[in-house]
């Protein structure tokens, strides 16, 4: 059974500080990984890919990734209340064949 | 360029009843993926679809189908439902399979079973 793991959380964190994010998964074999945001009452949004090791950045958000320690984390610069969400990590093999889901993290910047 | 969309947004159903949920992917993505999610399981999911073929299923049971249409349209049937289906089912659309798969979500569809 390939997993996919964070925390649930609540994660508070004061508006402006950075807030990380973090995911872990079993499958070695896994090739790309995603974070997705998710408001309350709304559908999936995501935020970034990577598929290579290190860090990729796209604005206020740097996604991390360690294969070898199975590790993807997400952190997020200058948090706003509008970051307040919860914060899904999945990750997908190398053909394409799963695409799972962890139990996401909830996020609340507090101003 | 639209998103995906999903119709209808909300439904109310008894149990034993069945109902058809729609699915029209971005314009140019060929592979469809449907999810369930509850408070309690998370987004689980349910199959995907690429060029009309089933491509991958997830673990549930067979009232749970689905089909996809030539223009890449999809749609998920659940047969005799139970109070358990109760969930936010979502519909996401990617380019194509493989690795570089990013899914692109629909606003859902809340199905309530009474």
């Known amino acids: 059974q390939k997993e996919v793991e964070q925390n649930s959380g609540p994660l508070s964190v004061p508006e402006g500080a950075i807030a990380s994010l973090n995911c872990t998964y079993s499958d070695r074999g896994s090739q790309s990984f995603f974070w997705y945001r998710q408001y309350s009452g709304k559908s999936p949004e995501l935020i970034m890919s990577?598929?290579?090791?290190g860090d990729k950045e796209d604005g206020r958000f740097t996604a991390q990734l360690n294969k070898a320690s199975q590790y993807v984390s997400l952190l997020i610069r200058d948090s706003q209340p509008s970051d307040s969400a919860t914060y899904l990590c999945?990750?997908?093999?190398?053909?394409?064949?799963?695409?799972?889901f962890g139990p996401g993290t909830r996020l609340s910047v507090l101003p | 360029k639209a998103g995906v969309t999903q119709t209808p947004r909300y439904l109310i159903k008894t149990r034993g009843q069945q109902v058809t949920l729609s699915c029209s992917p971005i314009?140019?993505?060929?592979?469809v993926s449907w999810y369930q999610q509850t408070p309690g399981q998370g987004l689980q999911f349910l199959f995907e679809y690429f060029s009309e073929t089933q491509r991958n299923k997830g673990n549930f049971p067979g009232r749970f189908s689905g089909r996809q249409f030539s223009n890449s349209r999809s749609e998920m049937n659940v047969s005799t439902l139970e109070l358990g289906d109760s969930a936010l089912y979502l519909c996401?659309?990617?380019?194509?399979?493989?690795?570089?798969?990013?899914?692109?979500f629909g606003p859902g569809t809340r199905l309530t079973v009474l």
């Open positions: 990577i598929y290579s090791n």
């Open positions: 999945a990750v997908n093999d190398n053909y394409g064949q799963n695409f799972v």
């Open positions: 314009s140019g993505h060929r592979s």
């Open positions: 996401a659309s990617s380019l194509g399979v493989g690795m570089a798969n990013e899914q692109f």
